[in-house]
Every structure is written in structure tokens, then in C-alpha cells.
């Protein structure tokens, strides 16, 4: 059973996991999900956005590149070796779904999934997306985490729904 929620009433929750053990950026039919540890929640164009980034080589990315909203799930601090898991783990040869035995339900108002299992869970609408730019970027951040040049992808969902278990 879940209930809808303010974004003001799960902000912090979800940074302070983000800034933790991850969150799951969960994209795609069937489902994958991917520990992502960066990413934005403010207010653009009149709505509310919540921004995710993700490298071209993941498999997330050809998902990502495939659908038109995503979820994002926080789970609950037991499930630190799930979140590690789905962090290293790619979902182009493992089934993480399964191997985390995570139960998916269908978005409330996106085509995507979500986690049940998840304390809190976002959908979002992919608005607009934009690779990380090199020639705008401060160079000690080049530098830091761009040594391969694979700049992220940035996408920004409108958030369309926020729940609570
Ligand atoms: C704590 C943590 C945070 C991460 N944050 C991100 C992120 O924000 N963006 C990203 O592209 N990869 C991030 N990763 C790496 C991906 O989760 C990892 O490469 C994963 O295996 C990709 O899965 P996929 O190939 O199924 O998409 C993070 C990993 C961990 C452990």
C-alpha cells in the first residue's frame, strides 16, 4: 500500500541517501535497476524536476535512450548489499531484478516500474536530456572524474508522482 506524497516530505530522506549508499534509477521493460549516486531535485519551468546522470557505457543508457519516464526508488537502510549490488553489477548479463528478488509494480502515472520494497518511490517524465559539456566544465573536474572522456548523460524528469510505503 503506498501514499502519495509532498516532495518537501521525502527531500532530505532522499539526499541524504543519495549522498549514501545510492538510490535506484530503475528504467526500462523488463525493469533494470542502477545504483546511481548524483543527481539534482529542484524546480524548473514551472515543474518539479529531479535530474539523473548516467555514463554511455551503462546499460541503463540504451534503456534510458528507449523510454520517455523512468522511476527513482529509495530503499531502506537493510538494503545496503542490494544498492551495492545493482552498483556494480551490469544488467546487459545479470538479471538484478531477480538476483535482488525485488518485486515490481508498475508506475502510478509513468509506463515505467518501480521497486515495492522501496521506502519512497519518484516517477519522472524525461523532459530534456544533454551530454555533460567538456568545454564548459572546470578542468579539476575533467580531470577527477572524466579521464575516459565519457561524459554523462543528463536527464531531467519531471516528477509526476512521489509515494511513501
Ligand atoms: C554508490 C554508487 C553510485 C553510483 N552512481 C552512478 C551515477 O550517478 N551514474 C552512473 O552512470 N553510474 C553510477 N554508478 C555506477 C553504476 O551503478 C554501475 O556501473 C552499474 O553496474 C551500471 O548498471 P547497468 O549496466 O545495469 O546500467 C554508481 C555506483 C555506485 C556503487
Known amino acids: 500500500m503506498r501514499k502519495e506524497v509532498e516532495l518537501f ?4 530522506e532522499t539526499l541524504d541517501k543519495l549522498d549514501g549508499n545510492g538510490i535506484l534509477l530503475v528504467a526500462g521493460n523488463p ?8 543527481g539534482t531535485i529542484g524546480h524548473i519551468w514551472g515543474r518539479q524536476i529531479m535530474t539523473v546522470m548516467v555514463r554511455p ?5 540504451g534503456l534510458m535512450e528507449s523510454v520517455k519516464d523512468f522511476s527513482v ?7 545496503r548489499k542490494e544498492l551495492g549490488f545493482c552498483g556494480t553489477r551490469s544488467g546487459r548479463d545479470t538479471d538484478k531484478v531477480e538476483a535482488c528478488h525485488f518485486t515490481m509494480e508498475k508506475c502510478f502515472r509513468a ?8 521506502a519512497i518511490h519518484f516517477e519522472c517524465r524525461i523532459v530534456h536530456k544533454h551530454r555533460i559539456d567538456a568545454t564548459t566544465l572546470d578542468p579539476q573536474i575533467i580531470k577527477r572524474y ?12 519531471e516528477i509526476v508522482g ?3 510505503r
Open 31 to 38: 525493469p533494470n535497476p542502477m545504483t546511481i549516486g548524483w
Open 111 to 118: 509506463d515505467s516500474f518501480f521497486i515495492a520494497e522501496s
Open 57 to 61: 557505457v551503462r546499460h541503463t543508457y
Open 162 to 164: 512521489i509515494y511513501r
Open 73 to 79: 526508488c529509495v530503499l531502506p537502510e537493510e538494503f
Open 146 to 157: 572524466y579521464p575516459l572522456e565519457d561524459y554523462h548523460m543528463v536527464y531531467y524528469g
Open 9 to 12: 516530505d521525502v527531500f532530505q
